[in-house]
């Protein structure tokens, strides 16, 4: 047998012990009984908690965290497959072959005889193909609306909204200079605060959206990422606040106001010199 068949061996035999351990603890007769409270609906939020600890592994370089964090995900497809199959909708084995379906139709450079000379040109060739297997004509799938609500269908708000920014940008729908941008943010920051004092709390959402859109036009202006800049400040409050209950002597809900400021700044200075 060559290494490349005992790996490959290998493989399918962990995710068949995968398989069999989902199943023994979907399993009415000795299962777990929070597993078999589950719905597909009630994982939707593990999924995606899962999604988002897998990206931070890759991000931090982890590699032991990775590979952790990648069957925790791998995990979640298992168990919709699982409950999808006692419910009789698919099995696992379904959604292993409509996947590999899916590549091979989407990437006729590779499994046909069509020829490409970039990436650009696979990833029309995908957008054509997709559109086609949708039943969308040609004129459907270009509309820059239907591309733009998949991406708010699809993706985070924040990464969506940023998305969509780059299309609209790129269709034409832009400002001249970033002074426009800047005026837009002021524009849509004074709808805001009078919607919060004279309107109801749907149209207080609407504003508080649409400033923050501009807010993720302002920083597509300044070429930065908004979703890493939002990330990087919950991990730096989060450092904060620990240097804060380390230094405090009872519990933070104990102090005043501005006690917990005094203690904030000193925080902020012990990590700032560090």
């Known amino acids: 047998m060559s290494s490349e068949s005992q790996v490959r061996d290998s493989v399918l035999t962990a995710l068949q012990n995968l398989i069999e351990v989902v199943a023994q603890l979907r399993n009415p007769d000795g299962g777990c009984p929070w597993d078999l409270a589950q719905t597909a609906e009630s994982l939707i939020p593990y999924i995606i908690e899962e999604a988002y600890e897998a990206i931070d592994a890759i991000q931090s370089n982890d590699q032991n965290a990775i590979a952790e964090e990648l069957g925790d995900l791998l995990l979640q497809v298992v168990l919709q497959a699982q409950i999808a199959q ?4 698919f099995s696992l084995e379904e959604v292993a072959q409509g996947i590999t379906e899916k590549l091979i139709r989407r990437h006729p450079h590779v499994f046909g005889n069509v020829e490409v000379n970039s990436a650009e040109e696979v990833s029309q060739n995908w957008e054509q193909i997709k ?3 949708k039943g969308e004509n040609p004129g459907e799938a270009q509309l820059l609306s239907n591309k733009l609500r998949r991406y708010a269908r699809t993706l985070p708000p924040l990464t969506s909204a940023m998305k969509i920014s780059k ?5 034409g729908f832009e400002w001249e200079n970033i002074e426009g941008v800047w005026e837009k943010f002021n524009e849509e920051l004074a709808e805001f605060k ?13 504003e508080l959206g649409d400033l923050l ?3 993720i036009n302002l920083a597509r202006w300044y070429e930065l990422d908004p979703s890493k800049a939002l990330q990087g400040t919950n991990h730096r409050f989060i450092q904060r606040l620990s240097m804060m209950e380390a230094c405090a002597e009872h519990p933070l ?4 106001i501005e006690e917990l400021e005094a203690l904030w700044q000193q925080a902020k200075s012990k990590i700032d010199n560090s």
């Open 213 to 215: 859109f501009t807010i």
């Open 86 to 89: 006692e419910n009789r909708h």
């Open 167 to 171: 299309k609209a940008a790129a269709s």
């Open 253 to 256: 809900a104990t102090y005043t």
């Open 131 to 133: 559109a086609k297997e």
């Open 194 to 206: 009078e919607a919060l004092v004279t309107s109801d709390k749907a149209h207080q959402q609407a």
